[in-house]
């Protein structure tokens, strides 16, 4: 039963990600502009990291979405959603007035527009998947399956097999 809905997990987490990156991809001013918005950072590194964090999603996306390196993809997600929690939580207590910027778009928003409350609830959603994943990253059809050893049996199987040949 398990191995279903953490194949589902991982698939979802998979989606997350590329729809986040693939968008963000295709809109590298948007990107600049909602990275630039946290005002966390250095202006001169703000590009950079509007370059790479698409990049990165997109590769966790499809790391996830074949099933490699999951348990890795995972913690990588954790800890990305982590960094976003904490940007968007330093934003709010800071009265940043912006939109995050999670699914392309972002950057300065007009005062009362922000949903950081929402946002939060959804990354810690987000990351609730990649912990599923960490503590149990084995899931139906996946590379990580076809890579893996075959699960040395029990000595009770053993035996039941055995009986099962010589009966």
Known sequence: MLDPVGTLVRLVLAAIWLVSGTLKL????GTVVAVGAYDVM?????????????????????????????RAAAVVSAVLQIVFIGGL????????????????GGGPV??????????????????????????????????DALWAPAAPRDDAQRERNDMERVG
């Open 26 to 29: 295709f809109d590298r001013f």
């Open 42 to 70: 250095p202006d001169r590194v703000v590009p950079v990291v509007a370059s790479v964090l698409p990049l990165l999603e997109i590769a966790l996306g499809v790391l996830l979405l074949v099933g490699a390196g999951t």
């Open 89 to 104: 939580a330093q934003a709010w207590i800071r009265g940043l007035s912006i939109d995050c910027g999670c699914f392309g």
């Open 110 to 143: 007009a005062p009362g527009e922000t949903e950081y409350g929402l946002e939060l609830v959804r990354d810690l959603g987000f990351l609730a998947l990649a912990g599923w994943m960490i503590v149990r990253p084995r899931t139906l059809v996946s590379l």
